[in-house]
């Protein structure tokens, strides 16, 4: 009798991606490779494309972003925390009823491109559009002109511009400045905590250019030079120069040499007080200026004779 023969069928076990892709020729794992670039490089593509909807055709005055805020203090909608303090500080108005935003307060924001009123945030929840390229989180702030290179100073606790690598931040004065004054600026404690001594800006939030003079006190680059364009070297503040004045003071010289006093003055003393040294002293009066002694500067005032 013939034996039965059987067939046993043993069940191969499946092979993973890895190993299948491992059996494709090169050619075909290029091709599939390719593919999944293509698909990447399309989705990013579309999302930027998103994101990138309406940037730097919307904003305020003050920045070009898509998306205004909700004041935390008065419930008002304004195109940023400086639209809110210029309406708020405005002549016109109570100043009873005048103050500033808490710009860290703010909590909600409004899409510029689909109206939706949202949490702070750098993306918009509905329609998916980027409301400003620089976003800082602390300050509320949005910008789409990143040309501005915007960092935001722990020091400061406000965002400022000009680029991180440019400034550091100097703690007795409690501001940035440029890294080239690191070495060579004199502290003045809180130097930047007050108005500019000519246009009265508040000078710490300030968006325009702020120098600082040799004697540490700090005011608005563009007054500094109106200041020079009406012959004004003194120092608002102190009354120290604010540049090097020694070739004036040889021509002062030389105009003192030439105008000698009438006799009855010719030996008239009187005290002066040297706004650039602090010294005091007694010298011989005369109409166009007293120099002082001690530094030669003729930036002084009479105190008494």
Not at 6 to 15: A, D, G, I, L, R
Not at 164 to 189: Q, T
Not at 224 to 232: A, I, N, S, T, V
């Amino acid at each position: 009798m013939e034996g039965v023969h059987f067939n046993h069928f043993v069940e191969q076990p499946q092979k993973t991606d890895r190993e299948k892709s491992e059996m494709l020729s090169p050619h075909s794992r290029n091709e599939e490779t390719e593919s999944v670039i293509l698909e990447l490089e399309a989705a990013e593509s579309s999302l930027k494309e998103v994101l990138d909807r309406g940037l730097m055709e919307h904003g305020c005055p003050h920045y070009r972003r898509r998306c205004c805020i909700r004041s935390p203090c008065c419930d008002e909608i304004f195109g940023c925390h400086h639209c809110h303090n210029e309406a708020k500080n405005n002549i016109s108005v109570d100043p009873k009823q005048s103050h500033d935003i808490p710009r860290q307060k703010v909590e909600q924001v409004i899409c510029l491109l689909c109206g939706t009123e949202q949490e702070v945030r750098q993306t918009c929840t509905n329609c998916g559009v980027c409301m400003g390229k620089y976003f800082c989180e602390a300050c509320k702030l949005y910008d789409d002109d990143t040309s501005k290179k915007q960092y935001h100073c722990d020091g400061c606790g406000i965002c400022r511009i000009g680029g991180h690598e440019n400034f550091f931040h100097c703690y007795k004065c409690g501001c940035c400045y440029s890294i080239l004054l690191k070495n060579s600026h004199p502290c003045v404690e809180g130097a930047m905590h007050h108005d500019c001594p000519i246009c009265f800006e508040y000078l710490f939030e300030s968006r325009n250019d702020v120098t600082v003079l040799p004697c540490g006190h700090t005011i608005h680059q563009k007054c500094l030079e109106e200041m020079r364009e009406h012959y004004q070297y003194a120092c608002p503040l102190c009354s120290k120069s604010v540049c090097d004045m020694s070739k004036v003071w040889e021509k002062f010289d030389v105009e003192i040499a030439a105008t000698p006093m009438p006799e009855p003055y010719q030996n008239k003393m009187v005290q002066i007080l040297c706004n650039d040294c602090g010294k005091k002293s007694e010298v011989q009066y005369h109409v166009v200026a007293q120099k002082c002694p001690d530094c030669k500067s003729y930036n002084t005032r009479q105190t008494r004779g």
